[in-house]
C-alpha cells in the first residue's frame, strides 16, 4: 500500500522569505502522480502543483516549485517570497497513473509572519 | 479553472435524522466523485469512490449503510448520512475528477459541516 509521510506538522516563515515543505512516500508503482494542497481556513483544498513521476523536470507554479527525488522518494514543495496568504495546511498527495484515489499526507501547517 | 460546489455549507440536525449533502461539478462532467472526511487538525479520510450510475465503493471501516452515496448524474453525487449521531459530527468534503488533455486532477467542494445534537 502507499503510504505519504509529512514529517512537519508545524512550520513558520517571513513574510517574503522562502521555505520548504517536506514530504516522503512509499511506493512499488514506477508511474505515478504527486501533488501539494493548500487548505486556508476557509477549509477549501486547493491544488498548488502537481508533479508526473515520468518527468525529471521538477514542476513549477509561479512562487511555487516542488524538488522531485525519485529515487529517494521524496517530493518538496519550496515556497518563495512567502505572502500572507499563504498561511494555510499544506497537503502532500499521491496517486497511482492507472487509479483515481488520492492519498494524502498527514499535513503541514504553515504560518506566514509578518 | 474547475469548480465543484457543495450544499448545504453547513447542517446542524438532531440525534437520529437524516442529512443529504449535494456535491456538484459545475463546468465540468465527472464520472468520478468522491467523498471525504475531516477532523480538526487531520488529513482527509476517504470514505468511497462514487461512479456515475454504478454502486458507489466503500473503504473498509466504513458503513454503507450509514453514507449512502448516489451519483445519478456526471454532474451532481449525494452523501445521506442516515440515523445521524453525535458521532458522525465532522467536516465533509467531496471531490470530482475531471480528465482533460491527457491530465487527470481532483477538484474538491468547499466542505460541509455537520454536527449532531
Known amino acids: 500500500a502507499q503510504t505519504v509521510t509529512q514529517s512537519q506538522p508545524e512550520m513558520s516563515v517571513q513574510e517574503a522569505e522562502t521555505v520548504t515543505l517536506s514530504c516522503t512516500y512509499d511506493?512499488?508503482?514506477?508511474?505515478?502522480?504527486l501533488f501539494w494542497y493548500k487548505q486556508p481556513p476557509s477549509r477549501q483544498m486547493i491544488l498548488v502543483i502537481r508533479q508526473e513521476a515520468y518527468k525529471q523536470q521538477n514542476a513549477t507554479e509561479n512562487r511555487f516549485s516542488v524538488n522531485f527525488q525519485k529515487a529517494a522518494k521524496s517530493f518538496s514543495l519550496k515556497i518563495s517570497d512567502s505572502q500572507l496568504g499563504d498561511a494555510a495546511m499544506y497537503f502532500c498527495a499521491y496517486r497511482k497513473t492507472s487509479g483515481s484515489r488520492l492519498t494524502f499526507g498527514e499535513g503541514t501547517q504553515l504560518t506566514v509572519n509578518p | 479553472g474547475a469548480v465543484v460546489s457543495q450544499h448545504p455549507s453547513r447542517v446542524i440536525c438532531k440525534s437520529g435524522t437524516s442529512v443529504k449533502i449535494e456535491c456538484r461539478s459545475l463546468d465540468f462532467q465527472a464520472t468520478t466523485m468522491f467523498w471525504y472526511r475531516q477532523f480538526p487538525k487531520q488529513s482527509l479520510m476517504l470514505m468511497a469512490t462514487?461512479?456515475?450510475?454504478?454502486?458507489?465503493?466503500?473503504e473498509q471501516g466504513v458503513e454503507k449503510d450509514k453514507f449512502l452515496i448516489n451519483h445519478a448524474s456526471l454532474t451532481l453525487s449525494t452523501l445521506t448520512v442516515t440515523s445521524a449521531h453525535p458521532e458522525d459530527s465532522s467536516f465533509y468534503i467531496c471531490?470530482?475528477?475531471?480528465?482533460?488533455?491527457?491530465?487527470?486532477?481532483?477538484?474538491f467542494g468547499p466542505g460541509t459541516r455537520l454536527t449532531v445534537l
Open positions: 462514487s461512479n456515475e450510475g454504478s454502486k458507489a465503493t466503500y
Open positions: 511506493t512499488s508503482e514506477s508511474d505515478y502522480y
Open positions: 471531490s470530482a475528477r475531471r480528465k482533460r488533455g491527457g491530465t487527470d486532477t481532483q477538484y
